[in-house]
Structure formats: structure tokens, C-alpha cells
């Protein structure tokens, strides 16, 4: 009896969160502090994550968060950060409606006395505060803050210093991809011993949304930073707007969750794993019970290099699997990233990849997956889910006990698409509705093809098998 494993595709959008505190050493300020308005000051930034699947999704459409279950604890390792400030108090322009916009040529690079951090903490298992020592009191400040890239990464003689512009420095680390070769062995990543690369980036002080019109002024000024004495004033969008918001501040050493400044992955997570449904077979191979057990899952077809950042300035607010990505840089066409379980009690498959472009191409990223389908009886059926084939492997006897190895491959079956990175659902009403992330929010047609973006997390269910002698 034919027996195939349902495959089930959805893709999940990871974002984080920040959290801010006041140092436990520093003493609490008046309740009427002394504004600073020029000379030097010092400021606080805190940074943290939530992991793949956090809080705060871009665009609904087609995405869930992950579920906590789902969220690793070596994801959130960090072991080193580069923090790139820039004065940005020139840097918003006309967007051509008589609203502003940031523009990233316009906001220029500190000295890296400046960016020096003065001082860190560790708040929690996912916060750090760190204070910067400024020259002067800047209006606005734009932050760029990559992390587990290495220190060399960011020390480098080579990226734009004082004075560059905020493209300048991206565009540096967008045009030098060799600096981060990508690690193949998942395990790494698990043990800790490489640490998933991420970034993050904030205007802080921001006119970005607010009018031009000159009747407005005020309405601008009350956003750009302000900075007090006896405190490391922290980095805040639009400014501490009222006395209460300050002495909030004072009162909890908390800034207002859109104060945070957001670390994400600069990789994709694909998650393979089967979860039966009721009547299905167990998950747990065990004698007298019949089973499914995925064996192994491959990725074939890898970008070798990771890309620091992301094209941040080209002017999307939202993204998805079905944004562009750029082509791969050096594109591995004959290895094979072996998925590694999260832990020794999680059975699940999971790898960590550069975000990739995906067209219908040969060499494009495709997944290889094992399955071992096992029937109350202990007999085995072996199968190979591969880019355009199944191959099913088995055992059976003849009239005279005698036992065969039997191989058939099935060739163009509708069950190897998800492995394409294709989506294979159509839309059904409003269950799985896929979205292009543009204005119109067009359906994505079936059989489309997505491409492995950054900070998402690509999962694959299996939810059960057709024929089982249960």
C-alpha cells in the first residue's frame, strides 16, 4: 500500500524588542533636572532580543509568530557588537508630500571617541545598556549596531570613519561580504562556539513623518533629543515629550518600547519537524506502535558568504519571503548543510542560513529530507523526498519466506514542491492567504516561489501519513 507524508508549509517572521533601565549605581537625578544644551553629555542605549519569532509582525498576510516553544536559548547568545552613531540633525528631507523622511547620504559618522562605550551592563538574559560619551549635544542620532560578527569586523581601517555618511558605511559592509564567511556545521551554532550574526538600526530624536510646513517648527523641536545632568539621558525617537515622561523615566529607568532599538538575525531559520495529529502515528519510534521519524534533512545549494546587512535604505517598510534578495555571492552547488536537532530532548531539524534568492533555477536552494515510516508491525518503508522525486524504499517476502529489497521512485509528484520553496496551498478563504508585502496586497499565486530572507523562520510540518496500518 502506497504511503506518502503530508508536507505542510508556513513561513514566520522573527522581530525584536528592546528593554531600558537606569545603572544601579548612578543616583537618582532631581526631579526638575537641569537641561544641557551644548558641551559634552552623556547618553544610554540599551539593546536586546527576542529571538526568531518575537513580538511585532511586519506583515500579516501569509505569517504567524513562533510560538514560545520554538524560540532557542543558544539564539540569543551575543557575544560581540560594533555601535556606529551618526549626527543626523541634517538628515531629513521633502519626501515630495511636505512630510519627512530620513535620508541615510545626509547623516554623518561620530569619532569613534564617541561610539566608545563608556560603560555596559547586563540587564536580563536578553538586555544591555550601554552609555556613550558625545562631544555635543546632537538633535537628532542615527544608530547602526551589528553583532557576532567578530571584533575585526568592526574595528576595521577600511569602513568609512569620521565624517562618512550612514550609506556610506552600509554600503561598505553590503559591498564587503567576505568579511563573514558563512559556517556550515549547525552544530556551532547550537554548542555556541559561532554566534548567529545580527544587526539593528534606529533614528533617534526623528522628524521622519512630521510636516515641513514652517508653521510646525515647534512640533519638531519637541522631538529632537534633549539631554539633563547628573544622568546618562537616554537615546528616545521623538524626545522625552512631556515632564511626566522624563520623571516616568526617573521613576522606572524604562523608555517607551518605540525607544527601543531592535536587534534582528541576519540569517534564515528553516525548522523541519512532524507533529501527528490525532489518529496519526507517534513521533516516538517504539516497539508495537507505528511511527514517523524524520532520519535527516539536507539543504542542497548554499550562498558561502553572509551578508552583514540588508538593502535597509531602499525605502520598503515592509518585507517577506517574497521580497527580493540580492543573487547569492558565491553560490555552493555540491555540499550539503545537514540540519542538526535543537536538543538532546527536541527531535526536530533545524539550520541557519544566508538569506537567498529563489527563482525555479536548478542551482536554487532546494531541501533533501529523509523519512523512516514504521507500521505497528515493525515493517519499514524508507522514503527520499528530493527536488523533483520521491524514492520509496522497503523489504518484503515471497511465497517462500525468502526476503527482497525493493526501490521505486516516483518522478514530477505534487509532493516534493514545498521542497522548491514553493508555496503549494492555494488560498483558502482566509486560511492561508499569501500577500505580496506592497501596497495592493495581492495574492501570491500557487506554486510561487519565496526566497530565504533574513529573521524569518521557514517552517515545515509534516502532520501525518495516507495508509497507515495503525
Not at 72 to 93: L, P, Q, R
Request: proline share 6%; with cysteine; glycine share 6%.
Amino acid at each position: 500500500m502506497r504511503k506518502f507524508l503530508h508536507i505542510n508549509f508556513v513561513a514566520l517572521l522573527g522581530l525584536s524588542v528592546l528593554a531600558g533601565c537606569r545603572r544601579a549605581d548612578e543616583p537618582m537625578p532631581p526631579v526638575q533636572p537641569e537641561q544641557i544644551t551644548d558641551g559634552q553629555v552623556q547618553v544610554s542605549l540599551t539593546l536586546s532580543l527576542h529571538g526568531f519569532g518575537s513580538d511585532g509582525v511586519v506583515t500579516k498576510g501569509d505569517y504567524e509568530d513562533v510560538e514560545t516553544g520554538l524560540r532557542y536559548a543558544y539564539e540569543k547568545n551575543v557575544s560581540d557588537y560594533g555601535i556606529f552613531v551618526f549626527d543626523a540633525t541634517g538628515a531629513f528631507m521633502d519626501d515630495g508630500s511636505e512630510k519627512y523622511i530620513f535620508d541615510p547620504t545626509k547623516a554623518y559618522r561620530l569619532s569613534t571617541a564617541e561610539e566608545a562605550i563608556a560603560h555596559k551592563e547586563q540587564l536580563g538574559v536578553l538586555s544591555w545598556r550601554h552609555e556613550l560619551k558625545l562631544n555635543t549635544t546632537y538633535k537628532s542620532l542615527a544608530v547602526l549596531v551589528l553583532a557576532n560578527l567578530g571584533v575585526a569586523t568592526y574595528t576595521d581601517p577600511s569602513i568609512p570613519g569620521q565624517g562618512s555618511t550612514l550609506k556610506a558605511v552600509a554600503d561598505y559592509f553590503n559591498n564587503t561580504p567576505i568579511a563573514v564567511s558563512y559556517e556550515t556545521d549547525q552544530s556551532k551554532y547550537l554548542s555556541g562556539a559561532i554566534r548567529i550574526p545580527m544587526y539593528g538600526f534606529q533614528v533617534f530624536g526623528s522628524w521622519e513623518g512630521l510636516s515641513t510646513d514652517p508653521t510646525a517648527a515647534d512640533q519638531r523641536n519637541a522631538v529632537e533629543l534633549k539631554y539633563y545632568s547628573g544622568m546618562a539621558t537616554p537615546l528616545t525617537v521623538k524626545g522625552f515629550r512631556t515632564k511626566t515622561e522624563l520623571e516616568n523615566y526617573f521613576a522606572s529607568g524604562a523608555v517607551r518600547a518605540a525607544d527601543r532599538l531592535a536587534l534582528r538575525f541576519a540569517m534564515a531559520r528553516l525548522h523541519v519537524r512532524y507533529e501527528p495529529g490525532t489518529g496519526q502515528p507517534s513521533a516516538t519510534p517504539a516497539s508495537g506502535v507505528a511511527s514517523v521519524e524524520i532520519t535527516s534533512v539536507r539543504l542542497k545549494n548554499y550562498d558561502e558568504y553572509v551578508r552583514v546587512l540588508p538593502p535597509i535604505f531602499s525605502g520598503l517598510t515592509e518585507v517577506s519571503p517574497f521580497t527580493a534578495v540580492p543573487t547569492a555571492l558565491s553560490l555552493n552547488t555540491t555540499g550539503t548543510i545537514n540540519f542538526v536537532h535543537p536538543s538532546t530532548t527536541d527531535v526536530s531539524w533545524v539550520a541557519y542560513v544566508p538569506e537567498m534568492k529563489v527563482t525555479g533555477a536548478t542551482n536554487d536552494p532546494k531541501l533533501i529530507v529523509d523519512v523512516t515510516v514504521t507500521d505497528k508491525d515493525g515493517n519499514k518503508v524508507y522514503y527520499t523526498f528530493d527536488r523533483d522525486q520521491i524514492t520509496r524504499k522497503w523489504k518484503w517476502k515471497d511465497a517462500s519466506n525468502v526476503e527482497h529489497d525493493e526501490t521505486r521512485v516516483y518522478k514530477n509528484t505534487p509532493w516534493t514542491e514545498w521542497l522548491q520553496m514553493q508555496t503549494y496551498y492555494p488560498n483558502l478563504l482566509d486560511t492561508y492567504p499569501k500577500k505580496y508585502p506592497d501596497g495592493t496586497k495581492k495574492d501570491v499565486p500557487l506554486l510561487t516561489y519565496y526566497n530565504l530572507v533574513r529573521n524569518y523562520s521557514y517552517e515545515w510540518v509534516a502532520y501525518g501519513v495516507e495508509g497507515m496500518n495503525l
